[in-house]
Nanobody
Framework: QVQLVESGGGLVQAGGSLRLSCAAS????????MAWYRQAPGKQREFVSS???????NYADSVKGRFTGSRDYTKNTVYLQMNSLKPEDTAVYYC???????????WGQGTQVTVSS
């Protein structure tokens, strides 16, 4: 089993920055790619960023150039540095981990990010 705990969300003004963290525990050896998704009220959950076991990152077009993902393998933690935040970034941000143990995909509880205008 894998457990994921997100932290770092909060309220910021437009143009500000936040850094989200996702700490993994349990069967961390089974984890492959980790990713961030977000879901705004009344909207579908959408992909934000991912980072594979080799550190390769991918970003949604909407956040490219503003968000940066990183991974600390020693701490079993991934980060999402969010700069130049916009009101449309307001959402609950969820951490996801793909793994080789059932159910093969794990989710954290989410952390709220609110960007005021």
């Amino acid at each position: 089993q894998v457990q994921l705990v997100e932290s770092g969300g909060g309220l910021v003004q437009a143009g500000g920055s936040l850094r989200l963290s996702c700490a993994a525990s349990g069967s961390t050896f089974s984890i492959g790619t980790m990713a961030w998704y977000r879901q705004a009220p009344g909207k579908q959950r959408e992909f934000v960023s991912s980072i594979d076991r080799g550190g390769k990152t991918n970003y949604a077009d909407s956040v490219k150039g503003r968000f940066t993902g990183s991974r600390d393998y020693t701490k079993n933690t991934v980060y999402l540095q969010m700069n130049s935040l916009k009101p449309e970034d307001t959402a609950v941000y969820y951490c996801n981990a793909g793994a080789t143990v059932p159910p093969y995909s794990f989710w954290g509880q989410g952390t709220q990010v609110t960007v005021s205008s």
